[in-house]
T-cell receptor, first 112, second 113 residues
Framework: AQKVTQAQTEISVVEKEDVTLDCVYE???????LFWYKQPPSGELVFLIR??????QNEISGRYSWNFQKSTSSFNFTITASQVVDSAVYFCALSGNEKLTFGTGTRLTIIP | NAGVTQTPKFQVLKTGQSMTLQCAQD?????MSWYRQDPGMGLRLIHYSVGAGITDQGEVPNGYNVSRSTTEDFPLRLLSAAPSQTSVYFC????????????FGNGTRLTVT
């Protein structure tokens, strides 16, 4: 069975601070895929990034970066110089078959 | 390009009533799925389909039925609504490969009284 744990239920930081959202996963599959989605206050779900289990390179996209570590089964997401528009619920998800399993999400609030 | 369209946006039902949540996609995606989102529980998979005529159960299928007669449509039926089915429902689709991201509809907020 697949499991995704996002232990941080809510995080608040002051604008311009850096923040890291944690994601730990469990799977028995040797090939699997990890995702991050963003849900802003308007409610839609927006895809941010996908990572394959065989590719442990970290990725940076503007102020966003992702750190995938197979040894600790973690796929953490860092926002640098946070902005108010980053306020949202962020979900980590895992897929090894036809089912995509989501974590419970982390609500991030950026205080102006 | 409409993407994934869900109707209605909001619905209130009385316990025991039945209804169908509609989902349509215009991207020719083979895979479609339904999730429910509840506070503190993230998104949980209800049912999914890997192609027309094929459906399977997800994590929380009880009380829901689905069918997939066309590639475009994947309706979710509540047979006899219960207050525990009060939730926000999301339909999503993707191309056939499991490493592809899901494209989500805007959700249906359902309240069962």
């Amino acid at each position: 069975a697949q499991k995704v744990t996002q232990a941080q239920t809510e995080i608040s930081v002051v604008e311009k601070e850096d923040v890291t959202l944690d994601c730990v996963y469990e799977t028995r599959d040797t090939t699997y895929y990890l995702f991050w989605y963003k849900q802003p206050p308007s409610g839609e779900l927006v895809f941010l990034i996908r990572r394959n289990s065989f590719d442990e390179q970290n990725e940076i996209s503007g102020r966003y970066s992702w750190n995938f570590q197979k040894s600790t089964s973690s796929f953490n997401f860092t926002i640098t110089a946070s902005q108010v528009v980053d306020s949202a619920v962020y979900f980590c998800a895992l897929s090894g078959n036809e089912k995509l399993t989501f974590g419970t999400g982390t609500r991030l609030t950026i205080i102006p | 390009n409409a993407g994934v369209t869900q109707t209605p946006k909001f619905q209130v039902l009385k316990t025991g009533q039945s209804m169908t949540l509609q989902c349509a996609q215009d991207m020719n995606h083979e895979y479609m799925s339904w999730y429910r989102q509840d506070p503190g529980m993230g998104l949980r998979l209800i049912h999914y389909s890997v192609g027309a005529g094929i459906t399977d159960q997800g994590e929380v299928p009880n009380g829901y039925n689905v069918s997939r007669s066309t590639t475009e449509d994947f309706p979710l039926r509540l047979l006899s609504a219960a207050p525990s089915q009060t939730s926000v429902y999301f339909c999503a689709s993707r191309i056939g490969t499991v490493n592809s991201p899901l494209h989500f509809g805007n959700g249906t907020r359902l309240t069962v009284t």
